[in-house]
Structure formats: structure tokens, C-alpha cells
């Protein structure tokens, strides 16, 4: 099939990848020309497993190609694909200006029928307003068919390739049975396609986020209480996931959620939900929960170290949202490292794939390290903010001699603290009882 993807992001590149790597011939278009440029070069701008290798394979096999003429990629796309973002307007709700922009497009320059699939999460009505713009610019039949795309940063790929499930929803068959066809190499262990219409595929996205983002606060809400009454949330974790109602993922108490999706989806699930003359209260307690968290690890460094931080050094291990993604939108990691920087102390941060994004952000303010160990130089203490693997087995005997204090505030609980005491730290879990002597 010929296939076009609008938008070179983390999901339209791996979608368009993936679909080429099925068979597929697929063009992907993208506004910003320098990302167009890096891919054409093999480049890839971001950082996700396996992703670079798919794409210079297809690209040698011609399967896969990058534009970022609109016109030419509609032309020889049937299936057009809009990956385009959707980031929080001011008032929370979804900003779906691009993927109207990008619908637009479309339509100016589409020869013929052709099926737009929203990729994009997007609130409940999006594909409609998707049609009423279309209807403006063009007098050629098409379809719009929902598809909210569920993968993981970190581990893109792969759930693109093994998905859970796949939602499409629309109401042509003609467009419907196009897609399954297009899903079918990827659903081929029997993993459901599921069929709905436009507005509860729309739904189901923002309901999924949303719902697991309301487990993180909740097992954070959990762990805080833990901390207060002497339990260990770690056991309370294990105690409630062997219960097959409520499972062991999700359930990791830590510095709070981040990234490109769940803090703007819940937002935006709020703010349809105010349209409606709904107060979806659960969710506005999810977010505020989630922000209290954030800082978390900063309370329990002022509460060692005191208000003033000034002479203090601290050492950050991992900035990106989560572990094998250089993504910092929105990380717990920057309102850590800001209210830090606040209080007068110095940071050296390590992560294995965000600094140079990180450097963007933070200047000249912070000091990047490429190897963990040479950030704790003379630091007061360790902050670990993302749970990448290579934290999880340090050499403490290597750390302990080159910090000034050995002090570990783990944010994400990579540590057992009876080991710790062993290996002679003072160490600062979450809702587990601390080493503090
Ligand atoms: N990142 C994730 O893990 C994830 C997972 C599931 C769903 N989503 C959703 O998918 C959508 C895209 O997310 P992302 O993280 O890939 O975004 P992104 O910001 O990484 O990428 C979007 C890309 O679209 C390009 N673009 C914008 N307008 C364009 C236009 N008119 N024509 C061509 N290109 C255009 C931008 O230049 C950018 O490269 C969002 O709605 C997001 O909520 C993201």
C-alpha cells in the first residue's frame, strides 16, 4: 500500500518505519526541514531502540522515504496519515490546530479519494471538525478514521510491531477494512483489532492515559502514606499486584509522571470534561498529585541539608521522563533541577541520551557529565530522577570515596536500603523506610 505520514515525531516516525518494514511504501512529510535533511542523511533525530537501524534499512530498500512537500507525499499516499502534535493549549484542552492544518493541507492537494487517519491524540469531535474542514478545500470523496497510536516512548518500536490492541473507529467499511488490512502483519498473535466509531476511539486514548496515570498518583499517594506510618511500599506493591484485578504494572511509587502524553491528556480529558459541564474531580486530584510529587525529592534534600543550598553540590542521575528515551517534556527532572538551582546549590547531571537536549534547556546553569561516576565529584549527594537500567547496579565502593557525603535520595526506589546501609550510604527511598545513620 501507499502509504503518506504527516509528522516525524516519535509516533509518525515509528509508525511510518514500521509500516514500511510490513511492505509498505511510505513517505513521510515534515514541516521542519532540518529533521527532513538529518533523516534523508540517516540521522535520526531522536532517540528510540532499534528505530535507527529499521529506518536505514528501508531506506536503502526504497520502501521509506522523507519530504517535506506535502503535495507530492498526498499524491502518492492513499492513506494519509496525521501524526502531527496536539500540546496543551493554555486552558488545559488539546491544541488540535496542526492536525486541522494538516487536514487542510491534504485537502488542497489530494488528486482523489483518499482515508486520513488521525493518529494524533485528539479530543471527542476531532475527526468531525477533521471533515468539516476537509469539505472546505476539496470536492474529492475521503474518509477519516480514527487511530489512536498507544506505544510506548522507550520501547516505540516494539509495541508498534506487537501492539496490545488496535482501535480504529470510523463509519466506512471500505476505509475500516483498508486499515485492518494495513494492521494485519502486526496483529498476527491473535491480538485484537477493535472496531468502533469515530468518538469512542477518540475516547478510548485519553481514557487509557488518564487511567494510568491515576495509578502512578495513587501508588504515590500510597507510598507517601507509607512513609508517614512506618510501612514499606514496596511490599504493599507486591501484597496488591498478585491480585488479578489490580496487576503489578503501573504501581511504581516514584517522582511523579512526565512526558509528552499523560500530563496533557489528563489535562485535556479535565477540559472536556468542564465542556460538558462535567467536573471530572478524580482527574484534576491525579494532576495535582502528580505535581506535589515533582517535588518530592527536592523536600527531602531541604529537609537534610536545610532552605539554603548554597555551597551545596548535588548529583543528578537520568533527566529524560523515563528510562531509554531522550524525551524531557515535562520531566519531574527539570522541576527538580530548577527548584535546586533556586535554592543556591550546583548540579551535575548525568543521563545516557538526554543531554544534549538537557543542554538546550539548561545552559551554562548545570554541568554535564557523559559518565554517571563524574557527576558525584565532591557532591553532597546522589538524586536519581529516571530508573535507566544502568543505575540499578552501580559500583557504590567506586561512588562512596569521590562524594563528599555518601547520600543517595532515590527517586524511583533502584536500591534496597538494607544494602545500602552495608555499602555505607544514608539513603532516601520513596515510602520506604530510609537509612539515616
Ligand atoms: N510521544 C508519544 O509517546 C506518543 C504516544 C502516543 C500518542 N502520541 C500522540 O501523537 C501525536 C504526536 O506526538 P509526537 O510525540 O510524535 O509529537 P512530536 O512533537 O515529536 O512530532 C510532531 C511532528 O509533527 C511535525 N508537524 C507539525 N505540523 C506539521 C504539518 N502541518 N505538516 C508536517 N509536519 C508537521 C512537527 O514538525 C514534528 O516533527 C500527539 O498527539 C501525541 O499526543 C504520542
Request: glycine share 8%; hydrophobic share 45%; aromatic share 8%.
Amino acid at each position: 500500500m501507499n502509504l503518506c505520514v504527516i509528522g516525524t515525531g516519535y509516533v509518525g516516525l515509528v509508525a511510518g518505519t514500521c509500516f514500511a518494514e510490513s511492505g509498505n511504501d511510505v513517505i513521510c512529510v515534515d514541516i521542519d526541514e532540518r529533521k527532513i535533511a538529518d533523516l534523508r542523511s540517516g540521522k535520526v533525530p531522536i532517540y528510540e531502540p532499534g528505530l535507527e537501524e529499521l529506518i536505514r534499512r528501508n531506506m536503502a530498500d526504497g520502501r521509506l522515504r522523507f519530504t517535506s512537500d506535502l503535495a507530492t507525499a498526498v499524491k502518492e499516499g492513499m492513506v494519509c496519515f496525521i501524526a502531527v502534535g496536539t500540546p496543551s493549549d493554555i486552558d488545559g484542552s488539546a491544541d488540535v490546530r496542526m492536525v486541522l492544518q494538516a487536514a487542510a493541507d491534504i485537502a488542497r492537494t489530494m488528486p482523489g479519494y483518499r482515508i486520513i487517519v488521525l493518529k494524533s491524540t485528539v479530543p471527542v469531535g476531532t475527526a468531525d471538525q477533521v471533515r468539516e474542514t476537509m469539505a472546505e478545500y476539496t470536492v474529492h470523496p475521503f474518509d477519516v478514521v480514527s487511530n489512536p497510536e498507544f506505544l510506548k516512548e522507550g520501547a516505540a518500536v516494539e509495541d508498534f510491531m506487537k501492539p496490545d490492541r488496535v482501535v480504529i473507529g470510523g463509519n466506512s467499511e471500505r476505509a475500516l477494512s483498508l486499515i485492518k488490512e494495513l494492521y494485519a502483519p502486526f496483529v498476527r498473535t491473535e491480538n485484537p483489532i477493535l472496531v468502533m466509531d469515530n468518538r469512542s476511539a477518540e475516547m478510548t486514548k485519553y481514557a487509557a492515559n488518564a487511567f494510568l496515570a491515576t495509578r502512578i498518583s495513587f501508588i504515590n499517594q500510597v507510598a507517601n502514606l507509607c512513609e508517614k506510618v512506618g510501612a514499606d511500599v514496596a511490599e504493599v506493591r507486591r501484597g496488591i499486584g498478585f491480585d488479578r484485578r489490580i496487576g503489578h504494572y503501573f504501581l511504581f511509587p516514584g517522582v511523579g509522571y512526565g512526558g509528552s502524553c499523560f500530563p496533557k491528556d489528563v489535562r485535556a480529558m479535565i477540559r472536556t470534561a468542564e465542556e460538558t459541564g462535567m467536573n471530572f474531580s478524580l482527574l484534576r486530584e491525579v494532576e495535582a498529585v502528580n505535581e506535589r510529587q515533582k517535588y518530592l525529592l527536592v523536600e527531602k534534600v531541604h529537609a537534610r541539608f536545610g532552605a539554603d543550598l548554597r555551597g551545596r553540590k548535588f548529583a543528578i542521575w537520568g533527566l529524560a521522563f523515563k528510562p531509554r528515551t531522550d524525551d524531557l517534556r515535562e520531566a519531574p527532572a527539570l522541576v527538580i533541577v530548577e527548584a535546586l538551582l533556586k535554592a543556591g546549590a550546583e548540579i551535575a547531571v548525568h543521563d545516557p541520551e538526554a543531554l544534549g537536549r538537557a543542554r538546550e534547556l539548561f545552559g551554562e546553569r548545570v554541568s554535564y557529565h557523559r559518565v554517571n561516576y563524574d557527576a558525584l565529584s565532591g557532591a553532597d549527594a546522589l538524586l536519581i530522577v529516571t530508573e535507566w537500567n544502568e543505575f540499578r547496579r552501580p559500583d557504590f565502593s567506586r561512588m562512596r570515596p569521590i562524594m563528599k557525603t555518601p547520600i543517595i535520595f532515590d527517586g524511583r526506589n533502584l536500591y534496597e536500603p538494607a544494602v545500602m546501609q552495608q555499602e555505607g550510604f544514608l539513603y532516601y527511598p520513596i515510602g520506604r523506610v530510609p537509612v539515616v545513620q
